[in-house]
């Protein structure tokens, strides 16, 4: 079961924009966490983000997280052509499972 | 360095030949877990193991068997490869199952 949905799927803008992806979850969770995955390679972890916090940040990353509405949002200030890449949410509900969503492409072009 | 192994990297086989995926992780962490990658629909968790010889299904287990006899490795076994098992695989581990994950570089697997 997909317990994390991202929105949108793909994402296309100019380097210097902003992009903002949103994950939403339907159940109670302990921690939210963004990974980015550089096509076809290995996850790698961004930000985490529990379930009693509603922002944080690192870097050019700002993540929110509303438990009332089971959605959080991923900004990604200033983005770069490097920032190109695929970013997944995952879930954890208290248990031992982890649950990704299918994941938001960003494309930025130069 | 702080790494996640996996072998092979890229595998083509042939239905109904087993196969082993080796994982190993040099950080001591007890979480280990294994991800499926299909187009469109993200990571789906196949099984994961909170510390040796304690292992339990994730949401696709179904047609794979694991094992964790030491704490760094984390072999996933194909016991009858199927077409529907073509996918890229991801090991991953962590300190604990909520903290942030350290993931391998992936194994693509093609099954004929």
């Known amino acids: 079961s997909q317990q994390g949905e991202e929105d949108p799927q793909a994402l296309s803008i100019q380097e210097g924009e902003n992009a903002t992806m949103n994950c939403s979850y339907k159940t109670s969770i302990n921690n939210l966490q963004w990974y980015r995955q550089n096509s076809g390679r290995g996850l790698v972890h961004l930000i985490l983000?529990?379930?009693?916090?509603r922002e944080k940040h690192s870097g050019r990353l700002r993540v929110t997280l509303d438990t009332s509405k089971k959605s959080s949002s991923l900004l990604i200030t200033a983005s770069r052509a490097a920032d190109t890449a695929s970013y997944f949410c995952a879930t954890h509900t208290g248990g031992f499972k982890t649950i990704f969503g299918a994941g938001t492409r960003l494309f930025v072009k130069a | 360095e702080a790494q996640v192994t996996q072998n092979p990297r890229y595998l083509i086989t042939v239905t109904g030949k087993k196969l082993t995926v080796t994982c190993s992780q040099n950080m001591n962490h007890e979480y280990m877990s294994w991800y499926r990658q299909d187009p469109g629909l993200g990571l789906r968790q196949i099984y994961y193991s909170m510390n040796v010889e304690v292992t339990d299904k994730g949401d696709v287990p179904e047609g794979y068997k694991v094992s964790r006899k030491e704490k760094r490795n984390f072999p996933l076994i194909l016991e009858s490869p199927s077409p529907n098992q073509t996918s890229l695989y991801f090991c991953?581990?962590?300190?604990?199952?909520?903290?942030?994950?350290?993931f391998g570089p992936g194994t693509r697997l093609t099954v004929l």
């Open positions: 991953a581990s962590s300190d604990r199952a909520v903290d942030e994950q350290f």
């Open positions: 983000i529990r379930s009693n916090e």
